[in-house]
């Protein structure tokens, strides 16, 4: 089996150039986690099926356990990190933090990612708009109702 | 200061560990140390257990450090297990906290000549001014080697922003997780490699063949571990074990016993043996008047979100294992015996993953990636798992079939209840003479499991958990049988048997109410003297506006228990409505966990609770195919999305005054109970088996 081409590939990520030298056939995932230490994104199913993994690519949410890295040459990625800046949060993570939105955790991060991608396009969303928007992503502990309470106070706090 | 006088909480961990300088340490000043044996597993413990340390010492809850199951410091406390880390672990660091708090007022008194000191942050204030002491200076000219038991304790007044603060921690524990770096998973170690196992496709499959070679020529790849029929690529980088084990899983030829689908009852047909768990008064003159009610679930997957993951360093002849083990002593004890270590050969440290639901796979992966890291002496290894083996390569949560009889008396009271219990398992963890590990006995030279046992009943039982209604019920009968020698690896996962048996026994309570003519709940009401009791459900009722009234689509049941019949209180209401698929869009919990040290958590609990336990009662299944769990992805194991929860709500009644309950389990029993209740409402089933999808109900129904 022949080694997978390994170039630069260039992105926009949370607002910064990147140029990544690595094999282009690369999950997203591991070059976020393991070449650039953004810990945010976890590994949860490898397969789309679990939403921990999820970033923002464009703007829309995408499962990066499957998203070659070749693919977003060009783009503009958004993981958790970029929720924070120095001392300043993004309304989402207060609104987590407020709610304790949580238990384990592991999820959060996939799950607010999909939540911004929401009110970046829709500012008002409706109960069943959160819903919508977060149930491709799994939660185990059952902090459901508070996730959904977060998103919409974040919502509030954003108007 | 206030002379209010108080005894101080006793607690086994506390006649293991009887000092201050046990659980504390106040060598670095602005923080104290606290050492726990009891862990964070997603349930939010160390948020509670951070702020009865610093109430009892008055301090801000950021000066507390928490150092929790690390066997090179923290106290041996077992298994983070039982929703008792507030009831045993938290008493006991609050037992030592208020018993270096009067230590250090009493040196301070001394030293300042002074009547009246306190503290304040760490500071000892007199006549409410600040002073040049404070507890750091005290305690560096102090041996706090000092039994808490003799400590005289006087009651710390309440902190100011204690809510403020409670709140602040709980919101940083979250931006913690939504930055990053809060799980063993981020851990990175210097030189560190990256594993990953083969799929084992049976737990008693044999490795034919694999091609090491071309597995080994693959980028990266640092070996090909094979031990029997244990194996695993060991690489440079995480995405080249994954590259790695997906070829090596496809050249892999395993030999696999074969079979068809295996039916829980087909399995559990082997518990043969009668154990009778409690059993008063004479059942067969109890009359003639009888219901009968069955409750059964199948095999569950602990199906954490996260996978079980483990690091190991094997250097020296000394083997350094991080873990998100609920006993990091207990891993120790089965890794030592497993690899035939000294047991102070072996420093286990606790890292927390992802929502740990009971005996999952924490033990097994670091077993496994000790093996690895003793074949890479000097590098340290990470292993995680595949989603394909968290859901199959762990132990499964057992299933299990409970039936309830009620003989109702000619006044209308129990006169008798009977619980017959068939089940799996529910115990299998390794621990002091327990190299229970999933690839032990695939090893070359094995290492057997330990044989499968039950929980005793002095810690709430196993199958039995539960099986003693809190009703009043004249003659009572327990008896179970437990298939032992089942083929099938099955520990405990949360509730453990109050699951079903809270179900069967609620669901039998239904039908006694029908048989009378009474409302369900003031049947239940009339058998119930504990005020504790009565309040839960009392709240549930009037919460959700109880009725039996249904249009034949909706209805709404109640399920009670005190789980353990000890510990928390939990009556549970829910709605469920029937159209193509059975939904429940609203439940309520009424709950006393007596003092409430972290309200949000506790609340949090009883929601998780619930949904999860929904999400098995509706959902969840793992298919036995010839003797091996057959769900390799979240397809094959789906669980409750955000689209199918309902609106919850939650109120907790307890007493402040009452000593502190856990929570993490109170509500999974109750709630199979209320819809179990609320089924047969619609569809008059007195024999409910979960999952009830709609295929599943549909085949109940034509019976």
Redesign the interface.
């Known amino acids: 089996m022949a080694a997978a081409k390994q170039r630069v590939i260039r992105f926009t990520l949370n607002g910064r150039e990147a140029a990544i030298e690595a094999p282009e056939t690369e999950p997203l995932l591991w070059v976020l986690r393991n070449r650039l230490n953004l810990k945010a994104a976890r590994f949860g199913c490898g397969g789309s099926s679990c939403g921990a993994c999820a970033v923002l690519v464009d703007g829309r949410p995408e499962m990066s356990c499957s998203l070659k890295l070749w693919a977003v040459e060009g783009k503009r990625v958004e993981t958790a990190e970029s929720l924070f800046e120095g001392d300043a949060e993004h309304p989402l993570v207060t609104a987590f933090a407020e709610e304790r939105a949580g238990q384990c955790g592991y999820c959060l991060s996939g799950l607010v990612m999909r939540a911004k991608a929401l009110l970046d396009e829709n500012p008002k969303p409706t109960r069943e708009d959160i819903i919508a928007a977060l149930d491709e992503g799994l939660c185990r502990c059952g902090a459901h109702p508070r996730i959904l309470r977060a998103v919409a106070r974040a919502a509030e706090a954003l108007k | 200061m206030n002379d209010d006088w108080m005894s101080l909480p006793k607690t086994k961990s506390l006649e293991a560990y009887p000092l201050i300088s046990d659980w504390l340490d106040f060598s670095e000043p602005g923080v104290v140390k606290a050492r726990s044996g009891r862990v964070e ?4 413990i160390a948020i509670a257990l951070r702020r009865i340390v610093a109430e009892a010492l008055s301090l801000e809850m950021v000066r507390v450090h928490l150092v929790a199951g690390d066997t090179r410091e923290s106290p041996n406390e077992n298994y983070t297990a039982g929703s008792m880390s507030v009831e045993l672990g938290g008493q006991s660091l609050r037992a030592a906290a208020l018993a270096a708090r009067a230590t250090f007022l009493l040196a301070a008194r001394d030293k300042l000549d002074a009547e009246t000191v306190d503290l304040q942050d760490g500071q000892v204030l007199q006549h409410g001014e600040e002073t040049e002491l404070d507890i750091w200076k005290l305690a560096s000219d102090l041996a706090l080697d000092i039994p808490i038991a003799e400590a005289v304790v006087s009651r710390p007044g309440r902190m100011a922003r204690i809510d403020e603060t409670m ?1 602040e921690a ?14 063993i ?2 851990i ?1 170690l210097e030189n560190m490699l990256h594993a990953r196992v083969l799929h084992l496709p049976h737990p008693a499959a044999q490795l034919v063949f694999v091609d090491s070679e ?1 597995v080994e020529a ?2 990266g790849v640092v070996m090909l571990h094979r031990d029997g029929a244990f194996a695993a690529v060991i690489a440079e ?3 080249q074990a ?1 590259s790695a084990v997906a ?1 090596a899983d496809s050249t892999a030829d395993w030999d696999v016993p074969g079979g068809g689908i295996q039916k829980p009852e087909d399995l559990l047909a082997s518990a043969t043996e009668l154990e009778t768990m409690a059993e008063a008064g004479d059942l067969a003159r109890a009359g003639n008047r009888k219901v009968v009610a069955e409750f059964s679930r199948p095999f569950l997957a602990h ?5 079980c993951c483990a690091l190991a360093l094997w250097q020296d002849g000394t083997l350094t294992v991080w873990s998100h083990a609920q006993g990091p002593y207990q891993l120790r004890a089965g890794l030592a015996q497993a690899l035939n270590l000294d047991e102070a050969a072996i420093d286990v440290i606790h890292k ?6 009971g005996h999952n796979g924490a033990d097994d992966v670091a077993f496994e990636v000790a093996l690895l890291a003793r074949a890479c002496p000097g590098r340290p290894v990470r292993l ?1 798992w ?2 394909v083996d968290e859901l199959t390569r762990g132990s499964l949560a057992p299933a299990m079939t409970s039936r309830a009889e009620i003989t109702l008396s000619d006044g209308g009271e129990i006169a008798a209840m009977s619980l017959d219990i068939v089940s799996a398992p529910h115990q299998r963890r390794p621990g002091p003479g327990k190299p229970s590990f999933a690839s032990g006995p695939l090893l070359a030279d094995p290492v057997a499991l330990a044989p499968a046992t039950e929980p005793p009943p002095a810690n709430g039982g196993g199958a039995d958990r539960n099986a003693v209604p809190l009703y009043k019920t004249g003659a009572l009968k327990v008896a179970r049988r437990v298939a032992y020698d089942i083929p099938l690896r099955t520990s405990a996962m949360r509730a453990l048997g109050a699951y079903a048996n809270i179900a069967a026994i609620e669901l039998a309570m239904e039908a006694a109410a029908d048989e009378l003519g009474e409302d369900p709940i003031g049947f239940r009401l009339r058998h119930l003297d504990d005020p504790r009791a009565r309040r839960v459900v009392e709240k549930a009722r009037d919460m959700s506006g109880f009725t039996t009234d249904t249009d034949g689509e909706t209805a709404k049941g109640l399920g009670f228990a005190r789980y353990k019949n000890k510990a928390g209180y939990c009556a549970v209401v829910v709605e469920v409505s029937a159209g193509e698929s059975l939904i429940v869009p609203r439940l309520w919990a009424a709950a006393d966990v007596g003092e409430v040290i972290d309200r ?2 506790v609340l ?2 009883v ?6 336990s929904l ?1 098995w009662s509706l959902k969840e299944e793992v298919p036995i195919i010839g003797g091996a769990p057959d769900v390799p ?3 094959h194991y789906p ?1 409750l ?3 199918e ?1 309902p ?2 709500e939650v109120a907790l009644t307890g007493d402040p005054r009452d000593p502190p309950l856990g929570a993490g389990e109170i509500a999974q029993g109750p709630v199979a109970g209320a819809l179990a209740a609320a089924v047969r409402r619609l569809f008059g089933l007195d024999s409910l088996r979960v999952p009830l999808t709609p295929e599943g109900l549909a085949g109940q129904m034509l019976g």
């Open positions: 597993i997603g349930q939010g709140a709980g919101g940083d524990a979250i931006r913690a997780r939504l930055r990053g770096g809060a799980f998973h981020d990175v071309a693959l980028p980088e995480e995405a994954m070829r199906a954490s979100i996260g996978t927390p993953a992802a929502g740990c639901y995680a595949r989603r949000e958590g949090g609990q929601e998780g609770g619930a949904i999860q999400s992805d979240w397809e669980i999305r955000f689209s929860i609106v919850i």
